[in-house]
């Protein structure tokens, strides 16, 4: 069965600094997808990234970028130019592509505090 | 506004009761999750529906059960409630096609058993 695991808890960055986030994932397969969702003190979970296995350039999102590392089933999230605004835990999440299969497994989450 | 539709929003209920939560998908969207997510936790995979049918089934237990309507709302029914189930509900949608598919989630239903 696949696992996602985020390993840092929490992470504090201070405002207008880079932070990265860590996630690893444990899968057989060769082809699915993966997520960042973002949860504000709000609780509203949105989606912030998103990424095809099958696709090597690293998606971008404005501030936000991933670097994925297929070997080493890893997928890092990068906030540039924190801001106010960012702080919220986020959630690293797989999907396989695999034909049949639908659930997205989430990993525990990285509460981030920006500091002014 | 995600466009996916949770109510109640908040419901507190005593142990030993029944609840039901309701999840209303956007116009033209199949899919219905449900996710739990407990105090500083995780989000855990309860179930899934498309189209009226289930599709995958996660940890959920044997005192939770969820439908999907035909006009393709869902509700998730929690009975025989322990402290222990008191959390935050998410109800979430499958959107954006083959090639740019994601989940889409309700705001929530918080949950707390006294």
């Known amino acids: 069965a696949q696992t996602v695991t985020q390993s840092q808890p929490e992470m504090s960055v201070q405002e207008a600094e880079t932070v990265t986030l860590s996630c690893t994932y444990d899968?057989?397969?060769?082809?699915?997808?993966l997520f960042w969702y973002k949860q504000p003190p709000s609780r509203q979970m949105i989606l912030v990234i998103r990424q095809e296995a099958y696709k090597q350039q690293n998606a971008t999102e404005n501030r936000f970028s991933v670097n994925f590392q297929k070997a080493a089933k890893s997928f890092s999230l990068k906030i540039s130019d924190s801001q106010l605004g960012d702080a919220a835990m986020y959630f690293c999440?797989?999907?396989?592509?695999?034909?049949?299969?639908?659930?997205?497994?989430f990993g525990t989450g990285t509460r981030l505090k920006v500091l002014a | 506004d995600s466009g996916v539709t949770q109510t109640p929003k908040h419901l507190i209920t005593a142990t030993g009761q029944r609840v039901t939560l309701r999840c209303s998908p956007r116009s033209g969207d199949l899919s219905v999750y449900w996710y739990q997510q407990s105090l500083d936790q995780g989000l855990q995979f309860l179930i899934q529906y498309y189209n009226g049918e289930e599709r995958a089934k996660g940890n959920i237990l044997e005192r939770f059960s969820a439908q999907q309507f035909p006009d393709l709302h869902s509700e998730l029914n929690l009975s025989s409630l322990e402290l222990g189930d008191s959390a935050l509900y998410f109800c979430?949608?499958?959107?954006?096609?083959?090639?740019?598919?994601?989940?889409?989630f309700g705001s929530g239903t918080q949950l707390s058993v006294l």
């Open positions: 899968t057989s397969e060769s082809d699915y997808y």
């Open positions: 979430a949608s499958s959107v954006g096609g083959a090639l740019n598919e994601k989940l889409l």
């Open positions: 999440a797989y999907r396989s592509a695999q034909s049949g299969t639908y659930k997205y497994i």
